[in-house]
């Protein structure tokens, strides 16, 4: 998968922002805050078929939820500032590669999503960011602890030649830096092995 | 405008869950070996979706914030089924004969892994495929070595490839396949949540 389209999923997160302008409610088909509601579809009053879910409504300083998409969105029209994410501070943060640099498997992470988010907020709303070159520094520290972790143990995989792995609590980002590498030698390994256990056998999957 | 109408048609699925099994077939069409079941109760409805609301903006004057937000929607949406439409593409691009011999002996009532479409495309693919063969390299071969045997001539689907997959519901008992004579066969019990790596066979089965 392109880094992109990791960014691509990590945009639906919702991030809290407060707005300079007003709205009232926008009606979105995906919304993520209404997975538990009952959908009905209405007429509002503007005009719009409205589907399902709901933003809003927009009042000039009062903080609002919307996902990390439209929160860049209306920062780069300057229409609201960005409010961080709780576990984006940098007590908690430092918390955290404490914790991970302890451990040999991976802990939680406060957001399956933390680098994406980390490098979207801090790019576009640094000035919302308390502290943002230290947070940057913390998680840039986070994250390569894990992928260390996670190039030992895929090296570990390898050479001891097992037929499966429990990964918990990676994050998609984490696992797509090594997943092209990983799978495309862990099959061309799986052929030649068993290709060694049945001389004469059809081989399938004749690749050139 | 009688909104019931419209509301059957999602089928009982709130447009939020339709959105999200569209992402989650998304995901799964990218990283699986193999074809999969062709999701096309799901394709259609977010199609109406999309298309409501398009004709919704239209109607709408142009300029105003909300239209604007609607219509970013709209562009995400409609990325995630491009992109899965064309990874469908891909694979029966790629494994052409394998697929159009699974649909062919598919029982009657099991659901289809083409959609109609998708079925025309594969067969005009094999039908110019051939064609192209013939025209370029076969009439030039002696008589008896005029034919080429489409399903060996194209590799299968590779199902013994990893993948990493994320579990839903706890499953017991999953057997590994051993890949030299020193392993066993194992069984392992699966928790929820838990995120594996493991061959694209053994997860077929389970």
Known sequence: MDPSEVEFVAEKEMVTVIPNFSLDRIYLIGSATCRTNVPHMYRSADGYLCVQGDLGPFNPGLPVNVPVWLALNLKQRQKCRIVPPEWMDVEKLEEIREQERKEDMFTPMPSPHYMELTKLLLNHASDNIPRADEIRTLVKDIWDTRVAKLRLSADSFVTQQEAHAKLDNLTLMEINTSRMFLLESLNCMYKLRTNLQHHGGTAKGQEY | ?206
């Open chain 2, 1 to 206: 405008m009688s909104e019931s109408s419209e509301h059957s048609a999602d089928d009982e699925l709130t447009p939020a869950e339709l959105i999200a099994r569209l992402e989650e077939a998304w995901m799964n069409e990218k990283f699986s070996p193999e074809l999969l079941e062709n999701k096309s109760e799901i394709v259609e409805c977010v199609m109406e979706q999309l298309i409501h609301m398009e004709e919704n903006l239209q109607r709408v004057k142009k300029g105003d914030i909300k239209a604007s937000v609607h219509r970013m929607e709209i562009d995400r949406i409609r990325f995630v089924l491009s992109s899965y439409l064309r990874s469908r593409l891909q694979k029966i691009e790629k494994y052409f004969p394998h697929v159009l011999e699974k649909e062919k002996s598919r029982a009657a009532s099991d659901p289809s892994f083409l959609s109609p479409e998708e079925f025309a495309f594969a067969k005009e693919y094999l039908a110019n495929t051939e064609t192209y063969l013939k025209a370029v390299a076969l009439r030039h071969m002696p008589p008896n070595l005029q034919t080429v045997d489409i399903l060996k001539a194209v590799p299968e689907p590779p199902l013994d490839s990893f993948v990493f997959l994320r579990v839903r519901e706890r499953q017991e008992n999953i057997l590994i396949e051993p890949e030299t004579d020193e392993q066993r066969e194992y069984v392992t019990d699966l928790e929820e949540g838990a995120e594996l790596l493991q061959d694209f066979q053994s997860c077929e089965t389970s």
